[in-house]
């Protein structure tokens, strides 16, 4: 096996730093005995295996910990054993593509890859799994980055530069490209109610046009921003990549509101303000819109995902929402994004929130609790509000292990490639390197 390391500078010091080491050596150990949370897969990379593998990976790169390393290749077997004996959807953080991720990921990052030729390839019968699917039209499944399209463009992302990775991508965006509307203002995708959340559904009863990361159009435009660097469909990704940031950008709400964006938009509703988190909110959206602007070279849209990021970077903690330490809407994913930008600009009041919400990320550790003490805040079943152990990458311990890695160490977090917080290198020739 072989470690590799990426430029990146730590971000946290002293006794803030000493408390982080503390943490990742207590999730090390707690996540040895750890299970996925019920009702999920075993297998999968919101909370599962493959998610908890990307943590012992990251963890043995950035302290050539043998031991860290054995576990990420454990935990990354079991996952390809489940994969092989039990049916998974075809979604990103759900499903079988985000373990095939997740093995291509760290083929690259840790262990020794095959050579020559007539080196066998485990993952291409995922990417032809998934080509008949996706060479069908029209689409009937979703468009968004958790269980759609856009979640599909990832894994096809970090499967370039190889034939059948460019040809996934060519149809993700002639597949995006058709589900597309074009509007006075740009292009977007609609969510009809029959597709929402029965809690959404209850609110906006015609449907809406979506503007989070995780579930709506911020989420398409990193992935048609990586076509074009790559030089994939560049004939249909740019106009579609163009059009919908400026559909995008035309969301933004008067100044003085209590955040930049809408969790969606409706010309029939009253917008309604987010919370600071990776999902919904400003936070993604400004760092979606950096990692696009510096892969095309937008300058115009790097300005105004700075903008955007240091009107979340001055939001009243009051205000923000955050509950729990997770990063999907936790505050280790807001101290994650915030120092992702900083390392990209060198924005120091970026370097300062992200430091901030590190250390909240800290005091929502419940010592003596499983799973490190990280519990996620959700509305149950019942409509009851509630903590849960988790030790999932999403919303659980494992993905805290990795932001906090990603602030103490100088390893790139390169894993939050998944998270469309970054995009993989391309050549000077235009294909992914």
């Known amino acids: 096996m072989r470690f590799m390391t990426r430029t990146w500078h730590p971000l ?13 050596r207590e999730i090390a150990e707690a996540l040895s005995g750890s299970v996925s949370r019920d009702g999920a897969s075993l297998a999968s990379l919101a909370s599962g295996l493959a998610g908890q593998a990307l943590f012992y990976a990251y963890l043995a790169i950035a302290t050539s910990d043998e031991a860290a390393a054995d576990r990420a290749a454990e935990f990354l077997e079991k996952a390809a054993d489940e994969l092989a004996n039990t049916p998974l959807p075809p979604h990103l953080y759900a499903g079988f593509p985000g373990v095939a991720w997740t093995m291509e990921h760290l083929q690259d990052l840790l262990f020794e890859s095959p050579e020559g030729e007539a080196a066998e390839d485990p993952i291409l019968e995922i990417d032809e799994a998934l080509l008949g699917p996706l060479s069908r039209s029209p689409w009937l499944g979703e468009y968004d980055l958790i269980g759609g ?34 509007m006075e203002e740009g292009s977007a995708w609609f969510t009809p109610p029959e597709r929402l959340p029965e809690w959404q559904r209850e609110i906006h009863t015609r449907g809406n046009y979506n503007l989070g990361v995780a579930h709506g159009l911020p989420g ?22 163009e059009s919908s940031v400026s559909f995008l950008l035309a969301r933004r709400l008067p100044p003085g509101s209590e955040s930049c964006f809408a969790g969606s938009y409706a010309p029939w509703e009253d917008p309604s303000p987010t919370r600071l988190a990776w999902c919904y909110g400003d936070l993604g959206i400004a760092a979606a819109l950096l990692a696009s602007a510096r892969v095309v070279g937008n300058a115009e849209w790097e300005r105004q995902a700075m903008d955007i ?55 929502f550790q419940a010592p003596g609790e499983p799973v490190a003490g990280f519990r996620a805040w959700e509305v149950g079943v019942l409509g009851q509000p509630g903590w849960r152990p988790d030790a999932g990458f999403l919303e659980g311990a494992a993905g805290v292990g990795l932001a906090l890695l990603g602030a103490v160490s100088s390893v790139e977090p390169a894993w939050d490639r998944v998270l469309l917080l970054s995009l993989p290198p391309v050549s000077p020739e235009g294909s992914s390197g």
């Open 149 to 182: 399209l856009a979640g599909l463009g990832v894994y096809a992302l970090e499967r370039l530069p190889r034939p059948s990775a460019r040809t996934l991508l060519e149809r993700v965006v002639e597949r995006l490209a058709e589900l597309s509307e074009e």
């Open 12 to 24: 946290l010091t002293g006794p803030l730093a000493d408390r982080a080491s503390r943490t990742l």
């Open 309 to 363: 990021a240091l009107t979340a970077a001055a939001r009243d903690e009051s205000t923000s929402r955050v509950r729990d330490a997770g990063l999907c809407h936790g505050a280790s994913g807001v101290g994650h994004l915030f120092n992702r930008m900083f390392q990209a600009t060198g924005e120091e009041r970026l370097a300062a929130a992200a430091r901030f919400w590190f250390e909240k990320t800290f005091d």
């Open 220 to 241: 398409v435009v990193p992935v048609l921003a990586g076509a074009c660097a790559a030089g994939v469909a560049v004939e249909r990704a740019r106009p579609l990549l």
